[in-house]
């Protein structure tokens, strides 16, 4: 957690010096912090006595991930997405605190498990998955559109901002489904038996 939390704030001062920063950069560099931001606390949950304030502090950060990666595949067309996703992100870290969503933070050997209501649980998912796919479909759009005016730097970037969302949203889905109520329920109907 630490050394990632290590190479992922480097990772931002070399964007910060090596980079001009303009509206993608500064994305990209704010989205290094808050990642580094949630392995420091991840760290200081499993160190200090202040769980639970880190464990608000590293939701928060993570919280804010999906309207960056919108913003990242928004073009300057389209930025009433971005206002969207920042605002709905804002609202859902308020929820976060005012409601006190986060129950338990507990430290596993490589990770921490947060504890939610099932309530907090399915709105979060809802809020996340829902802007990870409003990316995915906005950054769809935007790599035909850039392969049809012919922009050969703007539809690769495209392609691998997509293949980074598939990249984190397959194997999390299915790993997501193959452990829920919801695809246990779906798979194994229940048999009633008559007696």
Known sequence: MLATFVI????????FVKYKLNSKTRVCFFTLICLG??????????????????????????????????????????????SFGYLLSLGMIAAIFYFGMIQTAVCGSNYVIFSMSSAATASFTVYYLGLLLLGVVIGMQNYFRARKVGGSQKTHFF?????????????????????????????????????
């Open 37 to 82: 931001i949630f392995q420091l606390a991840e760290y200081q949950i499993c160190r200090s006595s202040h769980g639970m304030f880190w464990a608000y502090t590293g939701f928060a950060a993570i919280t804010l991930l999906p309207a960056m990666g919108l913003d990242l595949v928004t073009d300057k067309n389209r930025k009433i997405w971005v």
């Open 159 to 195: 392609f691998w901002v997509i293949v980074g969302y598939v990249s984190f949203l397959f194997p999390t889905g299915v790993v997501y489904l193959a452990s829920s109520q919801f695809f246990l329920k779906v798979t194994s109907p229940h048999r009633t038996r008559r007696t």
């Open 8 to 15: 992922e704030f480097t990772l931002a001062f070399i964007v």
